[in-house]
């Protein structure tokens, strides 16, 4: 039954890094346009400028965090940044009408990296087998 349950999360951290490694790659390359657009989310941390360096950030937190969750290093810190990356794009949805993609898909991401969190990521994570070799 543990290789069943391991074998559940390295699906689940790669799925979910597949998602963040996209979607922050495409932010990168998109430019300064997107950048700004994500860095105005951070007016819910009470930031009031340098929106496209803030947004910057965001996408390359996506980016190597998605990169990180699918190899398996550090899933735990990780999985608590992406967290909270996705709170803030759920508290930030559209409030004027909500449309149900820009909720629904943040919390589910959010929920499996509470998930990831808990749990870390298994025996078949990066992390696991550098540990071994060190002791």
């Given at each position: 039954?543990?290789?069943?349950?391991?074998?559940?999360?390295?699906?689940?951290?790669?799925?979910?890094?597949?998602?963040?490694?996209?979607?922050?790659?495409?932010?990168?390359?998109?430019?300064?346009?997107?950048?700004?657009?994500?860095?105005t989310r951070m007016l819910y941390?009470?930031?009031?400028?340098?929106?496209?360096?803030?947004?910057?950030?965001?996408?390359?937190?996506?980016?190597?965090?998605?990169?990180?969750?699918?190899?398996?290093?550090?899933?735990?810190?990780?999985?608590?940044?992406?967290?909270?990356v996705s709170f803030l794009a759920?508290?930030?949805?559209?409030?004027?009408?909500?449309?149900?993609?820009?909720?629904?898909?943040?919390?589910?991401?959010?929920?499996?990296?509470?998930?990831?969190?808990?749990?870390?990521?298994?025996?078949?994570?990066?992390?696991?087998?550098?540990?071994?070799?060190?002791?």
């Open positions: 039954m543990p290789f069943n349950n391991d074998l559940g999360l390295l699906a689940i951290r790669v799925g979910t890094g597949i998602i963040f490694l996209t979607r922050g790659f495409l932010s990168i390359f998109a430019g300064s346009g997107r950048w700004y657009e994500l860095g941390f009470d930031v009031q400028s340098a929106y496209s360096l803030w947004g910057f950030i965001i996408a390359l937190l996506m980016t190597l965090g998605g990169l990180l969750l699918i190899v398996g290093l550090r899933v735990r810190p990780v999985a608590a940044v992406l967290a909270i759920l508290a930030t949805a559209p409030s004027v009408y909500i449309d149900i993609v820009s909720v629904v898909y943040p919390f589910a991401t959010m929920c499996v990296l509470f998930g990831l969190v808990l749990t870390g990521g298994g025996s078949m994570a990066a992390d696991t087998y550098l540990t071994r070799s060190t002791e």
